[in-house]
């Protein structure tokens, strides 16, 4: 038997357009929480940028950083899953908080380059819609 996916969209209506203009960090870490932090006054502010290149610092470590966009006609959604089901054939419910235009990806060992795989799959997007788009 094969598990479903359902993504439910109660935002698609909303007025409060900014829950799809904010702001993605990936950053290379594995936090033990999973709940809401506030990017905005603990860690954007001590970002720096020169030209097209970040730094900034995250429990002391250094990190080197990059901001990517989407490409044109992409959006990025968050989704959350209020409960996950005990078996891996349940059915799973998902639910739209949020979206974001732009990614700030971040290396700890390295500069960002186009050689990463994140950096690597956004460009395939493009290159898979100049192949198979109409």
């Known amino acids: 038997m094969k598990m479903s996916i359902q993504v439910e969209n109660n935002l698609n209506k909303s007025e409060n357009q900014q829950v799809f203009e904010q702001r993605a960090h990936y950053i290379p870490c594995k936090i033990e929480e999973d709940g809401p932090a506030n990017v905005k006054k603990y860690f954007e502010p ?68 186009k050689n990463d795989n994140l950096v690597r799959a956004m460009e395939w997007i493009d290159i898979a819609e100049a192949i198979h788009g109409d």
Not at 58 to 63: A, D, P, V, W
Not at 77 to 90: D, F, G, I, N, Y
Request: proline share 4%; charged share 30%; glycine share 8%.
């Open 46 to 113: 001590y970002v720096t940028a020169n030209e097209e290149e970040l730094s900034a610092t995250f429990r002391g470590h250094h990190l080197d950083g990059i901001k990517m966009k989407l490409p044109d006609g992409y959006k990025a959604v968050v989704l959350t899953e209020a409960k996950r089901p005990l078996s891996e054939e349940a059915e799973r419910k998902f639910q739209v908080a949020g979206g974001f235009k732009e990614l700030f990806y971040w290396n700890w060992d390295k500069k960002p380059s």
